[in-house]
């Protein structure tokens, strides 16, 4: 079983899809805590107060028949590699396998995010990821739309997609690739369909990275 630890309930309908398409039988569980992400806004980045929160999150969500944590957040994900460490089940983040593939393929990687937390750290994801990969020299340029999250917080999600799409329009005009700093972002790649470049979002990637290291043998029928 895969626990998914989201801080928003829009990621529950995304992962649900992506187990029917890969992982039909496979059970998962979403844990949710809009909480931890809220007070990382207000706050401006993570504090002491939001890391022990979402280390005792990821520690509750170890139940019986957990294979697996993966963490959707974001501006999470460097506390849920950190946990990883001593934890007694694999525990990893969303967006590391989408960060590896896009510093091998890309030169000129825009990193494009709706709220400023999640943008620093997907950042630091691509420049890790970056150095691992011996990509020193790929030019990795954040994009801020801070403009969408509004409507984000609003529930108007067709609003938050479509202007998001506005900010990928002028990212692209500099860059080969473009990776989404949240998930929640990926449904504005169907409002820009006339942008030629890869436009990557970590759902997918991340998902079956998850199905790799629980050794499932994902159907793709």
């Known amino acids: ?48 107060e939001i890391e022990a929160a979402a280390n005792a999150a990821l520690t509750n969500a170890m139940t019986e028949g957990a294979e697996i944590i993966v963490c959707t ?5 460097a506390l849920a590699e950190a946990f990883d460490a001593d934890a007694p089940i694999p525990v990893m983040r969303i967006d590391r396998p989408m960060a590896d593939n ?7 990687i825009a990193v494009c995010g709706a709220i400023s937390t999640a943008l620093v750290s997907t950042m630091d994801l691509m420049h890790s990821s970056a150095r691992d990969m011996d990509r020193a020299n790929v030019t990795i340029i954040d994009h801020l739309f801070a403009s969408s999250w509004t409507y984000f917080q609003h529930g108007d999600i067709e609003a938050y997609h479509r202007e998001v799409a506005r900010g990928l329009r002028g990212a692209a005009l500099t860059a080969d690739l473009i990776v989404l700093a949240q998930a929640s972002m990926h449904g504005a790649v169907a409002y820009c369909p006339e942008i030629s470049i890869p436009i990557w979002s970590s759902p997918e990637t991340g998902f079956r990275a998850a199905l790799a290291l629980i050794d499932y043998e994902e159907k793709t029928a």
């Open 1 to 48: 079983m895969i626990v998914f630890l989201h801080t928003s309930p829009v990621h529950i309908a995304t992962f649900d899809a992506l187990r029917d398409r890969f992982a039909p039988d496979l059970g998962i569980r979403h844990v949710v805590r809009e909480d931890l992400l809220e007070r990382a806004v207000t706050q401006g980045c993570v504090t002491a």
């Open 73 to 77: 957040c974001s501006t999470l994900g």
């Open 102 to 108: 896009a510093v091998m393929l890309g030169n000129h």
